[in-house]
């Protein structure tokens, strides 16, 4: 009680000055980092133990707007604002849900913090600009927690790609993503967590959504539109981020999403079957499709050339069109990777000042991406990605 007495004394001195700081530094490849976190949910709880898992890493604190996540942590606050005041903080990770990331990284960021924000980082176009801005305007580290991105997929795939005549002219990637969960619970469900606790009088409600109190929306936020983008912000961005970093793919000309809530009729809006098309200016297709109620098919990439592919599940893998490259054989990537790789990555880039993994770019050009899909779906028709302008047409 008295360390959180003591934490809580300070932020609040903190915020009768300024949330604004000056330059970042770079703290030197032994220095201690003292981070935050913004969201003591389940996510947030899982980024904890990785960066528990990171060297010479601290956790001094947590936000959160909920009573009783918060009484499961040392050293706790209701308001995020709080916990950027604090002195003692070198970063923050913002684990929150997707309509509040705009407005916690751009705080983050202006009081001085090193920032890794969950994907997918952007929720809306305007929100990404935002954003965008506000990484423009800082000197901060900032990792988009695509965590795709610092496994050893990436060395085996760059290794592959190192000779650019063993794979051709890239036409496609196809992807997919199938899930499936028993009957009696569908994917997101959450009902422990309705318990007695879950009361209006214990959650800052106006800082999750001004409209009145609504227990399901706080426990279920994923099922909605104005709080998620479903599965194409939790599972999509995922695979995209990694192959738009392999192969530095920008934003799409235009994309087309089709499906439906096939499955759970539980009052969810976001639908549970999917297919979704990008097409990219770099002359490519890319495809993915999900559902949720089988995983037969599993999760994988494969990335089509005309002289070899690339494959990605558990391991990656180059296969050869032996019609153009007769003389290549088969080849199984053996790079290794760590649960807390992504968070390591990001620790290190604060310390020696270097890029991340996942760059805020990188997280930019697939929110856009992911977002183009959603307002497809919405609209019931094709979009196009205005480059000019910057805006889903």
């Known amino acids: 009680m008295d360390s959180r007495r003591n934490f809580v004394g300070k932020v609040a001195y903190g915020l ?7 330059p970042s530094r770079v703290l030197g490849a032994n220095a201690r980092v003292r981070v935050g976190i913004i969201g003591a949910g389940d996510r947030g709880m899982e980024l904890a133990n990785q960066l528990r898992a990171c060297t010479n890493t601290d956790i001094a604190g947590y936000a959160d707007i909920y009573s009783k996540h918060r009484e499961r942590v040392a050293v706790a606050v209701a ?23 705009a407005a916690q990284f751009q705080d983050a960021l202006g009081a001085g913090k090193h920032v890794y ?13 935002q954003m965008r801005s506000a990484y423009r305007a800082a000197t901060q580290v900032v990792q988009i927690g695509h965590q795709a991105c610092s ?3 990436v060395a085996d795939v760059t290794q592959f790609l190192s000779d650019p005549s063993r794979f051709g002219k890239l036409t496609a990637i196809a992807m997919q993503h199938h899930r499936n969960t028993p009957a009696a619970k569908p994917q997101w469900a959450r009902p422990a967590l309705f318990t ?9 409600w106006p800082a999750f959504d001004p409209r009145g109190f609504d227990p399901d929306r706080f426990v279920h936020w994923r099922y909605f539109w104005d709080y998620s ?3 194409v912000f939790e599972h999509m961005s995922q695979q995209l981020s ?8 920008q934003i799409p000309s235009s994309a087309n999403m089709e499906g439906g809530i096939y499955l759970w009729k539980d009052g969810r809006e976001v639908p549970d079957t999917v297919s979704v098309t990008l097409r990219q200016p770099e002359d490519l297709m890319i495809s993915w499709v999900s559902g949720l109620g089988n995983n037969q098919l599993g999760i994988s990439e ?3 050339g005309t002289n070899g592919s690339i494959s990605r599940a558990s391991q990656v893998k180059y296969t050869p069109q032996k019609m153009n490259r007769a003389d290549l054989r088969e080849t199984t990537g053996q790079s290794a990777h760590t649960p807390q790789a992504h968070m390591q990555n990001f620790i290190d880039a604060i310390r020696l000042g270097t890029e991340p993994s996942c760059p805020f770019d990188l997280g930019y050009r697939v929110s856009i991406a992911c977002r183009m899909a959603i307002e497809s779906y919405r609209q019931g028709r094709t979009v196009r990605w205005d480059a000019r302008r910057e805006e889903i047409t």
Do not use: M
Request: no cysteine; charged share 25%; hydrophobic share 45%.
């Open 117 to 129: 924000l969950e994907k997918t980082a952007a929720f809306t176009v305007a929100e990404a600009k």
């Open 242 to 249: 990694f192959w738009y970093k392999t192969l530095n793919l």
């Open 196 to 204: 007695p606790e879950l009361r209006a009088e214990n959650i800052d």
């Open 151 to 153: 496994t050893g997929h």
């Open 302 to 304: 494969d990335a089509l």
């Open 79 to 101: 308001d995020y604002r709080e916990l950027l005041a604090s002195k003692d903080i070198d970063a923050v990770v913002i684990a929150t849900p997707q309509h509040l990331h």
């Open 16 to 22: 009768a000055g300024t949330l604004a700081a000056g």
């Open 229 to 231: 983008g479903g599965t």
